[in-house]
């Protein structure tokens, strides 16, 4: 790799990690008082997928560990943000979905941050970000592959 490629890769990679810091930050601050960025991101992903979810399937499709993910649905399912039941298929599986609770929660939280997006979108331009999102997810996907 050419060092202009070096030098391209590691300013893509600062950035992104620089915004992701600044992204968490500026959301965890607005979310609603004892919402944490993982439970909004997890109602957020159930609320749209509309269909149960086994804690395995929730943990690859957030890159997380199934015992990180176990703590973080532990802790949803004692606030009341989701339900987790037997899998009456197979009694070793648990299946997710989210509450109405959680629904509400999810909700509340997307009009809390609504503003900061707003203004978000507003800053850069929706046909900038259109143009943005396709590179991002290409390079998501990249970075989600088994690099072996």
Same mark, same amino acid.
């Given at each position: 790799m050419a $060092? /202009? %490629?070096?030098? =391209? !890769? @590691?300013?893509?990679? +600062? $950035? @992104?990690?620089?915004? %992701?810091?600044? !992204? *968490? %930050? *500026?959301? +965890?601050? &607005? =979310?609603?008082?004892?919402? $944490? =960025?993982s439970h909004f991101t997890l109602l957020n992903h159930l609320a749209h997928r509309g269909e149960e979810r086994t804690p395995a399937q929730l943990a690859r499709a957030f890159h997380l560990t199934r015992g990180a993910m176990t703590n973080t649905l532990n802790r949803m399912e004692r606030q009341g943000y989701i339900h987790v039941r037997p899998d009456w298929d197979d009694a070793r599986r648990k299946l997710v979905t989210i509450s109405?609770?959680? *629904? !509400? &929660? *999810? %909700? !509340? &939280?997307? +009009? &809390? @941050? /609504?503003? =900061?997006?707003d203004t978000t979108i507003k800053a850069l331009g929706s046909d900038r970000v259109r143009v943005t999102l396709p590179v991002l997810r290409e390079l998501r996907l990249r970075l989600g592959e088994d690099p072996a």
């Open positions: $060092e /202009s %490629d070096v030098n =391209l !890769a @590691i300013s893509l990679f +600062s $950035e @992104i990690l620089t915004i %992701d810091q600044l !992204a *968490r %930050d *500026r959301l +965890s601050k &607005a =979310l609603p008082k004892g919402m $944490e =960025l109405p609770s959680g *629904r !509400a &929660a *999810r %909700d !509340a &939280a997307v +009009s &809390a @941050i /609504s503003p =900061l997006f």
